[in-house]
């Protein structure tokens, strides 16, 4: 087994990084979500704009779907 | 015809591994999709029948919790396929692992769902059939995406992917966040939307 390099500790802290700051961005808004539909009336229009932002999180960050044009791209 | 389509498949195996790739990748975005068409249609017939409202019963803070584990799960998956990608197997073993982890939680939350649905909105009310068939759906993914996530831990651990090549883990996690993904319009749908 290869002893990982020092560039691949910094890549991988990095990535560690975006997967963490994507999934606290994911439960902000989602405990936001659960606050306002307890506590307020009438938040359809708020929990759409909400659902399509974590949905393009992960869609953007887990997922890659900008491997699609940019095939050559790491993840 | 046999012939044509042993010649297909000789033709594919002749293909140089980038262009696989990106055909494979292709080939899950649209079935993604396609499985995204059938979740719309369930989340519109959810508004259609029902309007924007919500009932009193429902167990908010279940629905919180376990929205909770699906997102975390998403981080370990995300970290699974990383860790394949360099290499690192332990690190592989051990996030696939827990992803498989936080799908089971999720999985033990729904039967606990269905328990007080059936007690407060049985199949035969409009908010009942609703919930069954939307909660249901997205359960039965679940648990295709764990049997997934099973067979990729067991084909490792025989040996299989590598740095090179880890197509199998890929499609595997993407399918396990696209679950995910799901389930974002699923539990403001069910669980938050009020007019």
């Known amino acids: 087994m290869t002893t990982p390099s020092q560039a691949d500790i910094a890549f991988e802290r990095g990535r560690r990084r975006i997967g963490w700051a994507v999934f606290s961005a994911l439960a902000v808004l989602t405990v936001v979500e659960y606050l306002m539909a307890v506590n307020l009336s009438k938040v359809l229009l708020w929990m759409i704009p909400m659902a399509i932002a974590k949905a393009a999180l992960i869609v953007i960050y887990f997922m890659h779907i900008r491997e699609l044009w940019h095939a050559e791209e790491e993840i | ?195």
Request: charged share 15%; proline share 3%; net charge negative.
């Open chain 2, 1 to 195: 015809m046999a012939a044509a389509t042993v010649e297909a498949a000789g033709h594919h195996d002749t293909l140089d591994p980038k262009t696989r790739l990106r055909a494979n990748r292709l080939g899950l975005w649209i079935f993604i999709a396609s499985e995204s068409f059938l979740f719309a249609a369930v989340i519109a017939a959810r508004f259609y029948l029902l309007g924007v409202d919500r009932p009193e019963h429902l167990n908010q803070e279940l629905a919180l919790l376990i929205t909770a584990v699906l997102l975390l799960s998403s981080v370990s998956a995300f970290r699974a396929e990383d860790a394949m990608a360099h290499n690192d197997r332990p690190a592989f073993f051990r996030n696939m692992s827990a992803t498989l982890f936080f799908g089971l939680v999720f999985m033990v939350g729904v039967f606990f769902e269905y328990r007080e649905g059936m007690e407060f909105f049985p199949p035969q009310t409009l908010y009942g059939s609703v919930f069954f068939i939307t909660i249901g759906l997205h359960a039965f993914h679940v648990l295709t995406g764990m049997i997934a996530l099973a067979l990729v831990i067991n084909l490792a651990a025989k040996g299989h992917y590598g740095r090179d090549d880890y197509w199998g883990v890929e499609a595997t996690v993407k399918y396990w966040h696209f679950v995910d993904v799901a389930w974002v319009f699923i539990y403001p749908a069910l669980y938050l939307v009020s007019w």
